[in-house]
């Protein structure tokens, strides 16, 4: 069989989210026909989302290509490891990390890092998330897990806590969260990274990292002493939280840490009972700011009830209701996040990056 316009139609499909077709993308490892079937595998260097389902609308393009009854998708998923922005030694066994950071507190950022650690999980990926909020670490609270503690067997390092699929450590598990606020500067930034480096994540395809929020002296060491890979700023849609998101951007842009998007929360406020939806503090911000600062608008979440109160009983809406509405714009955002970071970044050998320095 020919496979080149197999090959053509497939250099012809870019899937949502990404800038590249499939062939200059590099991920079709092989196609060839097996009876009256075509079988078509891909190696992914990244989490997906939907790819399944998009790649179902070629077949009978495919089909009539072939000249065969069906086609077998083979998806594999080995998430890269791109190079990190700055010259921070690599964490063992961890191949990105990903900044979750904003300009104010209080506008979601601990909510939207733990649903989009959790959300890239569902994808398929290995994730960990480190809460390095050291002025309110709310992740153990968030997870369902506050009363959990690292395990450590040989009093030198720490096993994360699991909960819901991911791995974690906050500060919050080894000092609870009211002593943790009166440390200063170059105390948490230590402690951080002590935390960072000694805790035993395993191999893991993504870590997030939730940073404190502001723009300040702490956050700015904190990005430069963890090997980060890009950053995400949150935001709520006020002008004065969007100025200082453009703060967020800026002092990412100071250390050369590339920012892979702006999520807006709280974005409209949708009735439960008749779906009406209203935008509670102005349209149209995130969008103006991406679109002047350069950077992806990666999603949008409404204002909801139900996502506070499951973020306050530990099951976050993407762990509590995977299909639901809510986890599905998440996960959106978690499919938009790995292909702009891959996308974006240097694909470096793993084997050699992610080993103990
Ligand atoms: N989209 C949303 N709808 C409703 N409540 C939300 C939403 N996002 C966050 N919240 C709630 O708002 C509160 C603050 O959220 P969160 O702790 O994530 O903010 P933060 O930006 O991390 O704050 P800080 O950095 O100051 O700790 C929490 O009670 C959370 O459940």
């Given at each position: 069989?020919?496979?080149?316009?197999?090959?053509?139609?497939?250099?012809?499909?870019?899937?949502?989210?990404?800038?590249?077709?499939?062939?200059?993308?590099?991920?079709?490892?092989?196609?060839?026909?097996?009876?009256?079937?075509?079988?078509?595998?891909?190696?992914?260097?990244?989490?997906?989302?939907?790819?399944?389902?998009?790649?179902?609308?070629?077949?009978?393009?495919?089909?009539?290509?072939?000249?065969?009854?069906?086609?077998?998708?083979?998806?594999?998923?080995?998430?890269?490891?791109?190079?990190?922005?700055?010259?921070?030694?690599?964490?063992?066994?961890?191949?990105?990390?990903?900044?979750?950071?904003?300009?104010?507190?209080?506008?979601?950022?601990?909510?939207?890092?733990?649903?989009?650690?959790?959300?890239?999980?569902?994808?398929?990926?290995?994730?960990?998330?480190?809460?390095?909020?050291?002025?309110?670490?709310?992740?153990?609270?968030?997870?369902?897990?506050?009363?959990?503690?690292?395990?450590?067997?040989?009093?030198?390092?720490?096993?994360?806590?699991?909960?819901?699929?991911?791995?974690?450590?906050?500060?919050?598990?080894?000092?609870?969260?009211?002593?943790?606020?009166?440390?200063?500067?170059?105390?948490?930034?230590?402690?951080?990274?002590?935390?960072?480096?000694?805790?035993?994540?395993?191999?893991?395809?993504?870590?997030?990292?939730?940073?404190?929020?502001?723009?300040?002296?702490i956050q700015l060491t904190i990005a430069q002493q963890v090997p980060t890979?890009?950053?995400?700023?949150?935001?709520?849609?006020?002008?004065?939280?969007?100025?200082?998101?453009?703060?967020?951007?800026?002092?990412?842009?100071?250390?050369?840490?590339?920012?892979?998007?702006?999520?807006?929360?709280?974005?409209?406020?949708?009735?439960?009972?008749?779906?009406?939806?209203?935008?509670?503090?102005?349209?149209?911000?995130?969008?103006?700011?991406?679109?002047?600062?350069?950077v992806p608008l990666l999603g949008q979440m409404p204002l909801s009830a139900?996502?506070?109160?499951?973020?306050?009983?530990?099951?976050?809406?993407?762990?509590?209701?995977?299909?639901?509405?809510?986890?599905?714009?998440?996960?959106?955002?978690?499919?938009?996040?790995?292909?702009?970071?891959?996308?974006?970044?240097?694909?470096?050998?793993?084997?050699?990056?992610?080993?103990?320095?």
């Open positions: 069989m020919n496979i080149e316009p197999i090959r053509q139609r497939l250099g012809r499909f870019s899937p949502r989210h990404w800038p590249h077709d499939l062939v200059s993308a590099g991920v079709v490892r092989n196609i060839e026909r097996r009876g009256d079937a075509l079988h078509v595998s891909l190696m992914l260097p990244f989490a997906q989302g939907t790819l399944t389902d998009e790649l179902q609308t070629l077949n009978a393009e495919l089909c009539a290509l072939a000249g065969v009854q069906s086609v077998n998708w083979q998806l594999h998923t080995e998430v890269a490891t791109l190079a990190h922005a700055n010259n921070a030694p690599a964490v063992a066994g961890v191949r990105n990390i990903i900044a979750v950071s904003s300009g104010k507190g209080g506008v979601g950022k601990s909510t939207t890092a733990v649903n989009l650690a959790l959300a890239l999980n569902h994808l398929g990926a290995r994730v960990g998330l480190l809460d390095a909020d050291v002025y309110g670490p709310s992740i153990p609270l968030m997870l369902g897990v506050a009363g959990e503690r690292p395990a450590s067997d040989d009093g030198k390092t720490m096993l994360p806590v699991e909960a819901h699929g991911i791995k974690a450590n906050s500060i919050g598990f080894l000092v609870g969260a009211d002593d943790a606020t009166v440390w200063r500067g170059p105390m948490a930034s230590k402690a951080l990274s002590q935390i960072l480096r000694e805790t035993r994540w395993g191999e893991l395809d993504y870590l997030v990292v939730d940073l404190p929020p502001g723009t300040g002296d890979t890009a950053a995400v700023v949150v935001t709520t849609p006020q002008n004065v939280a969007l100025a200082d998101a453009v703060k967020g951007i800026n002092m990412f842009g100071k250390v050369n840490i590339p920012v892979l998007g702006v999520i807006e929360n709280m974005s409209y406020h949708q009735c439960g009972q008749c779906g009406h939806r209203e935008s509670l503090f102005g349209e149209g911000g995130g969008e103006h700011l991406c679109s002047e600062h350069g139900t996502l506070c109160r499951q973020m306050d009983a530990g099951t976050p809406v993407v762990a509590a209701e995977p299909e639901g509405e809510m986890a599905g714009l998440y996960l959106a955002m978690a499919a938009r996040l790995a292909a702009g970071l891959y996308f974006s970044g240097k694909a470096v050998p793993t084997t050699l990056y992610t080993r103990q320095v």
